[in-house]
DNA sequence: GTTTCGGTTCTTTTT
DNA sequence: GAACCGAAAC
């Protein structure tokens, strides 16, 4: 390797990059280079001699991993060709469409989003039976099985421990996931969590292929490691057991994932698992100045780490961070659009700028000022594009022009049709599942309701010959622009979404590729924002923001019941997470930070200031002429007023 | 037995 | 909005 680019590393990322084989735990901080390591240590592997193939490269999210497998092809070009990289679900995808075989599928398996997971569960708890002794919805029945097969619970042992008392559930619930998981195989559809499971199925055992695939790859990095739960520690654990070169980094501190079974067990306890591992700390960050990382630092210090690490600020003194405190949201939005503006004529390109929000609810009101002030900006988190209806019929359509006997499609797209619901659509089905196209006819002529009821749709779901992107063109100018039509008042909009779809299949040829990267949504935001190189402020929820940065950051929403979130109140593990996610928020930036905490909350709900900004208030700005409770200074002589005085003041106030 | 319609309630975070 | 529930309509 040309000990010019190592030179570009510090000291502490150096060691990383040179001697990182073996079991190796690097402790990254917020902002520390952690990707720049990673990429350059897989830059040594390559000049090391490793081939490209013998890689794999691990993350959770797929802005992280699209980030981490560009700076590979930067900084490598084409030698980064052959490089196994991605979000853990990607791989398991890549790998399961060979092996699909080998776990009870076949390999044009479909994923499954979480809709049609909760679709599937009711209706297979219909058809199963009710728990006992305990009505229970869907989602809470769905969230017990992913929590179990997330952490490798057995899951009567989840069900025991949530419910104790209730003696018959563990076993219904044992039974129900075995039906449940049959049904799916029967389906020939993976959800999310099953993608990982029969990825360990696969790597597990003694099998001539489950050693080939564990000795597959002799170096195995895993980025953002303090999110692993414990169904993706054990397929790491299985990937790196042959050749014992498992290079993980991380930091507990922004561990926020949680609520996917998640937990930062898993990185405090690695030097245990793995007795022979080496610690490499990353202390210096480069990002943030002084005045943001004693933010930081700050939010973090009633918080308990395992590993702690002074983060030093290399960068000199900054503005420090401020705090705005608007009663409406109407109010803060348009804060926020002076802070922006005030920005750009300081030659900040919105480019380098970025909104982070708790929850995707809390980007309504500033998402609407933005439109009318004619801000460009694009939206991170909330209803994806994949996710609207709209688009979902079109896949839907898709899958059967392609595939046919797909049970799922078949369902969705017949319960569009005008006097069909779930019974009919099941008739439709039970007729559909034993015909193929060919001999369609004859079937229908056997079973003229069902010939009738889908007589609108047939024939643009039939195969004539043309590619897929111009049949869906013809099922949607034929049929879907009509439906739409009579459903929906935003139709025009709804079909320009549909019309960019098709120009989104025309792309692919393959495509079994196209319906795993609609699944497991990767490939199309950035096609989204491809070609197009207006400047645009960048709306996020926390979440999607981890591992990026930007000039300026305003975190918005900064009250009790949005961060920390009130669904996370009354657990005190899950107010560490909210504690870590402000944490993440705020490394974010590096020059400019801004925090508000309006006093109406979602719903027009009053909201006190988040419990967080007592931490933090010694080392941020306040406004001039707010008290205590976030609310404008109100003196009318006399006795000191309650929060709900003043807040019925200033109502009468603003009206 | 089914579908449709109208009113009601809620809306964390991601793959 | 959109998912859900109960009641009316087919």
């Known amino acids: 390797m040309d000990d010019s680019i190592l030179n570009l590393l510090n000291p502490q990322q150096r060691v990383v990059v040179t001697e990182g084989d073996g079991a190796c735990l690097v402790l990254a901080g917020a902002g520390s280079g952690k990707t720049k390591t990673i990429v350059h240590r897989v830059s040594y592997l390559l ?37 196994w990289g ?60 992913s929590y ?86 054990a397929i790491v654990e299985r990937l790196a057991s042959h050749h014992k070169n498992l290079l993980v980094v ?94 750009q004529r300081n030659g900040i390109s919105l480019n380098d700028q970025a909104v982070l929000f708790r929850a995707s609810a809390s980007s309504v009101t500033m998402e609407l000022e933005l439109q009318r002030e004619g801000i460009p900006y694009i939206l991170r988190g909330g209803m994806r594009f994949f996710q609207q209806a709209h688009i979902k019929d079109m896949v839907a359509a898709a899958k059967v022009m392609r595939y046919w006997h797909d049970e799922l499609a078949w369902g969705r797209l017949t319960e569009l049709l005008k006097g069909v619901g779930p019974a009919a659509a099941t008739r439709i089905w039970m007729v559909m599942k034993e015909v193929s196209p060919d001999d369609l006819e004859e079937a229908l002529a056997h079973n003229p309701g069902v010939a009738t009821l889908l007589k609108p749709i047939l024939r643009h779901l039939k195969d004539n010959g043309t590619d897929l992107a111009t049949r869906l063109n013809e099922w949607l100018n034929g049929w879907y622009r009509t439906y739409l039509e009579e459903n929906y008042d ?28 609609i699944a497991l949504s990767e490939r199309f935001e950035k096609d989204a924002t491809e070609g197009n190189d207006t400047p645009r402020l960048v709306c996020s929820t926390i979440h999607q923001a981890k591992g990026l940065e930007w000039s300026s950051v305003i975190l918005i929403g900064l009250v009790d019941g949005a961060l ?35 006093r109406e909350g979602i719903g027009g709900q009053y909201a006190l200031p988040s419990r967080f900004i007592e931490d933090i208030k010694h080392v941020i700005d306040r406004p001039q002429g707010v008290d205590d409770d976030g609310l404008p200074v109100i003196d009318i002589g006399g006795k000191p007023l309650g929060i709900l005085d003043k807040v019925m003041l200033l109502r009468k106030i603003k009206h």
Not at 268 to 276: A, G, L, Y
Not at 501 to 517: G, H, N
Not at 578 to 585: F, I, N, P, Q, S
């Open 86 to 145: 991605g979000t853990f679900h990607h791989i398991a995808n890549r790998i399961l469409r060979q092996e699909a075989g080998r776990v009870g599928f076949t390999p044009r398996f479909t994923i499954m989003d979480e809709d049609d997971k909760k679709k599937l569960l009711k209706k297979s708890i219909k058809s199963f039976g009710e728990p006992p002794e305990r009505a229970m919805k869907p989602e809470v029945i769905g969230s017990l099985l």
């Open 250 to 343: 991380g930091d507990d501190a922004q561990s926020i994932y949680g609520f996917r079974g998640a937990d930062v067990d898993h990185i405090r306890s690695f030097p245990k698992r793995f007795p022979t591992a080496r610690m490499f700390p990353l202390t210096i960050n480069y990002r943030s100045t002084p005045e943001i990382l004693g933010v930081a630092n700050a939010a973090l210090k009633e918080h308990q780490q395992a590993f702690q690490k002074e983060l030093r600020a290399e960068r000199p003194h900054g503005v420090r961070a401020r705090l705005l405190e608007p009663l409406t949201l109407e109010e803060e939005a348009q804060a926020v659009i002076d802070e922006v503006r005030r920005n």
């Open 148 to 233: 179990a097969a997330n952490t490798l619970t057995p899951i009567e042992e989840v069900v025991h421990m949530r419910f104790s008392r209730v003696d018959q559930l563990p076993q219904w619930f044992r039974d129900f996931d075995t039906f449940f998981r049959a049904r799916k195989k029967e389906l020939n559809a993976m959800d999310f969590d099953d993608l990982l499971v029969y990825w360990l199925e696969l790597v597990s055992g003694e099998s001539e292929r489950a050693r080939a695939w564990r000795e597959r790859f002799r170096y195995v990095l895993v980025d953002e490691y303090q999110d692993i739960n414990r169904l993706q520690d």
């Open 490 to 517: 935003d139709a025009q909009e709804r079909t320009d979404d549909c019309i960019a779809f098709c120009s989104f299949v025309s792309k692919y040829t393959d495509t079994e590729q196209l319906f795993a990267d």
């Open 47 to 83: 000049s090391q001699g490793v081939e490209p193939g013998d890689i794999l490269l691990l993350t959770f999210t797929n802005k992280a991993a699209r980030e981490m497998m560009e700076r590979c092809t930067a900084l490598l070009g084409h030698a980064s060709q052959g490089i």
């Open 564 to 598: 920390p979130h009130y669904r996370s109140l009354n657990s005190l593990l899950e107010l560490e997470e909210e504690r870590r996610l402000l944490y993440v928020a705020v490394t974010r930036a590096k020059d400019q930070l801004i925090l508000s905490s309006a």
